[in-house]
């Protein structure tokens, strides 16, 4: 990994700063431009945005941020925006298009997500269905079989990945299979301040995908380690009333209520809770992770980072499609 060390710059130092910052964002300005195929799919159709993240993964409500972003950028705006469990059919007239929010829970990992995506899918045989940028993981080669041969019915189903590992376990759904970067990549830049930034943060992962350490690294002085969840703190009481808020407005069915709470009060929380993530990350030099949205977010703020693959290769697999040509970024293997 490049990096300019603390101290006073000579000319050729200030020059070789420059020239791999250079370098990274025109990679970064060039991964907000492949999401077209989105916007024509979508363009004066009415369409609705469902599975939005109600939970503490900043990694998640990054995706929802980029996408509301790559919405208002592109003249797009959902009649509805809910999660999947209160989606009500109702609201579903001939030629509207379902678009599934994107991310890492399509498989069995988070098997109650991609159930109720399943049941969604086969409900709406007459719709379009588009799934956001997404990676595949199965554990279990019977239930990628089984949700293959539910999801492959389908007619009009548009699965957008975001690795080529994923892309060749696609076509088991559908034919319409489109390889592009994650949703994130639309907030960027990402403009920070704060003093002068020191140390080392580690993200570390408490959860399945969570991998080991690599022996490499195990010496790297760390000022501060936590995760997403230690990162929003006391403020997920936020979280629980957007919870609370949204199961009385589906009780009495009230779907506009519902999306004007998605957008006028989660939204802000979600970008409230990124603002934590990000002045974390700014008041510190390197962000070593293991989730990819630590990275994601790393390079969104142009910052220094070492990035550990997760438990089966996403991180990796990403990283090599997308982000491994930046001199700031740093992909360790055990």
Not at 119 to 148: C, G, H, Y
Not at 269 to 285: I, N, P, Q, T, Y
Request: aromatic share 10%.
């Amino acid at each position: 990994m490049n990096g300019i060390q603390a101290g006073s710059l000579s000319q050729q130092d200030f020059t070789e700063d420059k020239t791999i910052m250079q370098k990274h964002q025109e990679i970064m300005l060039g991964l907000k431009q492949h999401h077209t195929a989105i916007t024509a799919l979508l363009k004066g159709r009415r369409f609705h945005y469902i599975d939005i993240p109600v939970h503490d993964n900043i990694g998640d409500l990054l995706i929802m941020l980029g996408t509301v972003r790559f919405f208002k950028d592109n003249g797009l705006s959902p009649a509805t925006v809910s999660n999947t469990y209160y989606f009500d059919h109702q609201w579903v007239r001939p030629g509207d298009v379902l678009v599934f929010h994107g991310g890492g829970n399509f498989g069995d990992i988070y098997g109650s997500i991609h159930d109720l995506r399943e049941k969604l899918i086969a409900a709406f045989p007459d719709n379009r269905i588009v799934l956001m940028p997404q990676t595949l993981f199965f554990s279990s080669v019977e239930a990628r079989a089984r949700s293959a041969a539910t999801i492959s019915r389908h007619p009009d189903l548009h699965l957008f990945v975001r690795d080529t590992v994923s892309e060749k376990l696609a076509y088991e759904f559908t034919d319409k299979v489109y390889l592009v970067p994650d949703m994130a990549h639309h907030l960027y830049p990402i403009r920070h301040s704060g003093g002068a930034a020191q140390g080392n943060v580690r993200i570390q992962r408490v959860d399945p995908e969570k991998p080991k350490t690599p022996e490499s690294l195990r010496s790297l002085p760390i000022r501060t380690t936590t995760d997403w969840v230690d990162v929003i703190g006391d403020e997920r009481r936020l979280m629980t009333l957007f919870a609370k808020l949204e199961w009385r407005f589906d009780r009495y069915g009230w779907d506009r209520a519902l999306t004007k709470l998605a957008l006028w009060f989660w939204v802000p929380v979600s970008r409230r809770f990124m603002g934590k993530a990000v002045k974390l990350f700014a008041d510190h030099e390197t962000i070593v992770t293991d989730r990819l949205h630590g990275h994601i977010l790393s390079c969104l703020m142009d910052k220094k980072n070492i990035v550990i693959d997760n438990s089966y290769g996403k991180n990796s697999t990403y990283m090599n499609q997308w982000t491994a040509a930046s001199p700031l970024t740093t992909l360790v293997k055990e």
